[in-house]
């Protein structure tokens, strides 16, 4: 069987795929920021091989040195407000005052929380009607908490049951903001859509990526995972990063990098 490498050197330029952001891992670096995710957000597992529902979306890792700050930030979007609801309540019984607030678009209802070491999530479903506007978090839950919910907090299952939510942005803290808005651009098929001196905002369909300045002190997100469809997919994604002087570790199923800006990558694939 030929290696990803190997298949590689046959791809052609004009290729086109599509890249889905598919997973996130954060730097957990304190035992409170570990259960902020475990039981606040419903990540199954300990810190190092967590998932979230079904994918594994949400990887802990826990960090060599604790920093003055954690400036990792990600999105997570539910199917429908029953789940955000059920997410929001157990953040309110497991997770207690981090909850910054809560706001209504058009189209979503958000709820942005803060973890212990400083990272940020940002928690939504579509909006319900009403106008736009502040959200008040136990008026959400009077109106879209279900018994079915209620009973799989009880009973600590709630992370089995959830339907799966979709990640829709990710920020990142990069050495080299124009470097790595290029990368993702080239690579990942991502457009810059905000470009300033200190942040680039980057969009590829519903997902967006947000790239600010590094700053001495704050880590961001410690790695991304990049989901293409087939395995000539993966085998395209690796010439374009060798093509462009990349470096990456491969294996049959996967590839592993590291963008211009430090942040560790894994490309996978879905068949």
């Known amino acids: ?7 590689a050197r046959g791809t052609t330029r004009s290729v086109s795929l599509r890249t889905v952001l598919s997973g996130v891992a954060v730097w957990a670096t304190t035992p409170a920021s570990v259960d902020f995710y475990r039981d606040g957000l419903l990540v199954a597992g300990d810190s190092g091989a967590a998932t979230n529902t079904t994918r594994p979306l949400i990887a802990l890792e826990s960090s060599p040195v604790r920093p003055a700050l954690n400036g990792g930030a990600f999105g997570l979007t539910y199917p429908t407000p029953a789940a955000l609801a059920t997410v ?3 953040f309110g019984i497991n997770a207690p005052h981090t909850l910054i607030g809560g706001n209504r678009t058009v189209h979503l209802d ?23 506007g502040a959200l008040d978090a136990d008026e ?14 009880a009973t600590g299952d709630a992370h089995k049951s959830l339907p799966a939510p979709e990640l829709v942005h990710a920020s990142l803290r990069v050495a080299d903001l124009r470097a790595t808005a290029n990368f993702y651009a080239e690579i990942f098929g991502f457009r810059v859509v905000t470009g300033l001196a200190s942040m ?14 590094a700053q001495k002190g704050v880590v961001g997100l410690a ?4 989901t293409v469809g087939t395995q000539h997919d993966l085998e395209t994604m690796a010439w374009r ?11 049959e199923s996967l590839i592993r990098c590291v963008d211009p800006g430090g942040t560790r990558l894994t490309i996978t694939k879905t068949e």
């Open 110 to 132: 958000v709820f942005v929380f803060s973890a212990p070491d400083g990272a940020t999530v940002e928690l939504s479903a579509p909006t319900a009607g009403g106008h736009a």
């Open 140 to 153: 959400y839950l009077g109106r879209h908490m279900t018994s079915a919910g209620r009973t799989a907090l």
């Open 88 to 90: 929001v309540a157990a």
């Open 223 to 226: 790695g991304l995972t990049f």
């Open 200 to 213: 680039m905002v980057l969009e590829s369909g519903r997902q967006r990526l947000v790239l600010h300045g």
């Open 1 to 7: 069987m030929r290696t990803i490498q190997e298949s």
């Open 241 to 251: 990063l060798t093509s462009a002087g990349h470096a990456i570790e491969v294996d």
